[in-house]
């Protein structure tokens, strides 16, 4: 793996899906810290009843703006043992994710690639179920990942995005978008609706949805989210 921050600043990942290591750790479900820096660490979990032999989905999520890994882990963690699904919450450098604070990409790329490779080295994994997800900022950097690496992500799950660009664009992923027509912290016009209009432009697989709501994710639309992803 590279490790200078610069190799990063596109946010191209490096790791890819391998086959867990024989020396990997034996797995043991529920929650547990990611290990990888003492002052700002990351969420995993290993859903109940995980077997080698029948690899799990994986998604990564993402918090929003001043969250914490928690709120990330409890975007999706309630589908996770009933669904088979490994999922990785990071917890960003600064108060957001790295390209809205600073407009470039750098430490959390790197939080997240050595993440997804501790994750791939020890846990047996579907590389057809491999999702970027978020809520708010968390999903405006889940678009932006996401796009860069679709080879990586198969699937994009944004709730409630502010946007969602690349500096290079790599892979397909389908696309999951969600927003509140009420929304006052993002609106939705130049938010979801734009996003949804320029992936469309280019040709990109969007399933997307707007709620009566606000900048919330009502039970309905993770629940829709989840089917989307793993059905």
Avoid at 60 to 75: E, I, K, N, R, Y
Avoid at 159 to 185: M, Q, Y
Wanted: hydrophobic fraction near 40%.
């Amino acid at each position: 793996m590279r490790t200078s921050r610069d190799s990063y600043s596109t946010g191209r990942l490096t790791t890819r899906y391998g086959v867990p290591t024989p020396q990997a750790t034996a797995a043991v479900p529920g929650l547990h810290s990611l290990g990888l820096d003492s002052e700002k660490d990351g969420l995993l979990y290993i859903p109940a009843g995980y077997d080698p032999s029948q690899p799990a989905a994986l998604a990564v999520m993402l918090h929003g703006s001043g969250g914490t890994p928690a709120q990330g882990m409890g975007l999706l963690q309630r589908f996770a043992d009933t669904h088979n699904l490994i999922i990785i919450a990071p917890a960003s450098r600064k108060y957001t994710w790295d390209v809205i604070v600073r407009d470039s990409f750098g430490p959390d790329v790197i939080y997240i690639d050595q993440a997804l490779h501790q994750v791939f080295g020890n846990y047996a994994i579907n590389p057809a179920k491999v999702a970027v997800g978020g809520f708010s900022d968390g999903a405006s950097y889940a678009l932006c990942l996401g796009l860069t690496n679709g080879d990586v992500f198969t699937h994009v799950i944004a709730f409630s995005p502010g946007f969602g660009f690349t500096r290079e664009k790599h892979g397909a992923p389908v696309l999951f978008l969600s927003h509140g027509t009420r929304d006052k912290v993002l609106p939705i016009d130049p938010c979801a609706r734009q996003v949804h209009r320029d992936l469309s432009r280019q040709g990109m697989q969007v399933h997307y949805l707007e709620f009566d709501g606000e900048h919330e994710i009502p039970s309905n639309i993770s629940q829709a989210a989840i089917d989307w992803f793993l059905h």
